[in-house]
């Protein structure tokens, strides 16, 4: 939940010069929290927020790690790259977090309040980004780019 508010903060806080430092402040306390659990997705839901937010400052802010902490930063850095190739859209992601939970296609439809046709056509979508063939495989393949996060 920190993570998530953090990251989200950053979100409202761009934008404004004065308060940049803050928002720094938001995202290193994000990956100190992240870092421990392993936590990825927030990380790449907000993406386009924190590519903006290191536009401006990513040299000072990659300093500003050390350790696992510098190391996990270069993790969620690094898999924004490894997905830009298959980036999967919202309601793809949506639909693989329930696939992660072990939902069926009928429970991801009553969920995501969207048709059990509509579900199978992400899933062919997932499958077909990630080169997969099956919802064990995307899950992997969701974790591996940082999309899931093991807890999942």
Not at 4 to 27: F, M, S, T
Not at 43 to 58: D, H, I, N, S, W
Request: glycine fraction near 4%.
């Amino acid at each position: 939940m920190v993570v998530e508010g953090n990251l989200i903060k950053i979100r409202g806080l761009l934008g404004k010069p004065e308060r940049l430092k803050e928002a720094q402040d938001l995202y290193r306390e994000a990956i100190y929290y992240a870092c421990d659990d392993d936590i990825r997705q927030p990380f790449y839901l907000e993406r386009a927020t924190l590519k903006e937010l290191f536009q401006e400052k990513y040299q000072l802010i990659q300093q500003s790690f050390e350790g696992v902490e510098a190391n996990f930063h270069q993790t969620i850095v690094d898999s924004w790259q490894l997905v830009s190739s298959h980036s999967l859209t919202e309601r793809e992601i949506d639909v693989l977090v329930e696939i992660a939970k072990g939902f069926s296609t009928k429970e991801i439809a009553q969920v995501l309040f969207i048709s059990e046709a509509t579900v199978k056509t992400h899933i062919l979508n997932i499958y077909r980004k990630f080169a997969v063939n099956s919802r064990v495989a995307a899950v992997e393949k969701g974790q591996q780019v940082g999309i899931l996060s093991i807890s999942n």
